[in-house]
């Protein structure tokens, strides 16, 4: 049961993602045109390593939280990763019916607001302090109708749980680090899909390479490295994030305005043997460089 549950909630983000990534649609396109097969890597999510007060408790926003989540759906931690530079560390979760119900691995990462500045620790301490927190697995959860009713709840989960950051917040924040700007106005956002290369299986795009510069002929914008290598058993590629209208507050006057910045981008990813145990295994993992290049695909650049 858990495992259909995260199916479906997987399915439900993948379809607002796709909605708001332009490049995400155009990869679908282009490998189910080839007669290929659309299939997910991972998904990534970011947060804050930081606790506040709530009715309810002190409540951390990091990756504590949405492990919550994961590990009510039957996710279990496979893998940490640190980002000492970026002051970010990271997990990823995989789940024991993964091969059965197809589901995606997890990524998920904080950023450690206590090694920040003290000044724009406290501006984002400010701006989450008013975090409206708190979901619940139902126990007794038996037949499809109850599943549609937790997937609508747990959505929920992946959105901004506070209130619209200051303009002047935003932009201070994104001086000293841009993670934690996107992370005041996307929350918890999905902030990447991953299409899965060597699900493909089509002969048109057979590697990393192919997929990266059809949809470089395609008109999308991609990062110009491919990271990673055959022998650490993992390649990574990604499109340009995506621009928004965002939601922030007007430091003058106390209104809602908007803003442009950037949201998400679309990676591919492909897979391949390593050694491991005296026999060659399908390298499952990720990898701390190839990730902290990643990251920065969604600074903002000027306009």
């Known amino acids: 049961m858990k495992a259909e549950i995260a199916l479906h909630l997987w399915d439900r983000l993948w379809q607002q993602y796709r909605a708001r990534v332009s490049y995400a649609q155009v990869y679908e396109q282009m490998i ?7 299939a997910n890597d991972h998904i990534a999510f970011r947060s804050l390593r930081l606790n506040i007060d709530t009715p309810e ?22 893998g940490e990763y640190i980002f000492p530079a970026q002051k970010l560390y990271a997990r990823h979760y995989q789940h024991p019916e993964q091969e059965q119900y197809d589901l995606p691995k997890l990524f998920i990462s904080e950023l450690i607001v206590e090694e920040l500045p003290e000044a724009i620790a406290s501006l984002i301490y400010q701006t989450v302090s008013d975090a409206s927190l708190g979901w619940a697995m139902p126990s007794n959860a038996t037949n499809p109708t109850d599943i549609d009713l937790i997937v609508d709840r747990l959505q929920g989960v992946f959105t901004r749980p506070w209130s619209p950051p200051k303009q002047s917040v935003v932009e201070e924040v994104n001086r000293v680090t841009q993670y934690g700007a996107w992370v005041l106005l996307h929350g918890y956002a999905v902030n990447h899909f991953t299409g ?8 048109q795009y057979p590697d990393i390479e192919t997929t990266a510069n059809g949809l470089a002929t395609l008109g999308v914008p991609m990062k110009a490295q491919i990271e990673g290598s055959l ?3 993992l390649r990574q590629t990604a499109t340009h994030a995506v621009k928004e209208i965002v939601t922030v507050i007007d430091d003058v006057t106390g209104e809602l305005m908007q803003i442009p910045w950037t949201y998400a981008y679309y990676e591919i990813a492909e897979r391949y043997p390593v050694e491991a145990a005296g026999k060659k295994v399908l390298f499952d993992a ?17 306009s």
Not at 196 to 203: A, D, F, G, K, P
């Open 286 to 302: 990720f990898l701390g460089q190839n990730a902290q290049h990643l990251f920065e695909m969604t600074r903002k650049v000027s």
């Open 196 to 203: 899965y290369v060597n699900r493909q299986h089509t002969l």
């Open 231 to 233: 022998e650490v058993g």
């Open 57 to 78: 408790g002190k409540q951390n926003l990091g990756i504590e939280y949405l492990a919550s989540v994961a590990e009510a759906l039957g996710y279990t931690a496979a």
């Open 32 to 38: 189910l045109q080839a007669g290929g097969t659309v």
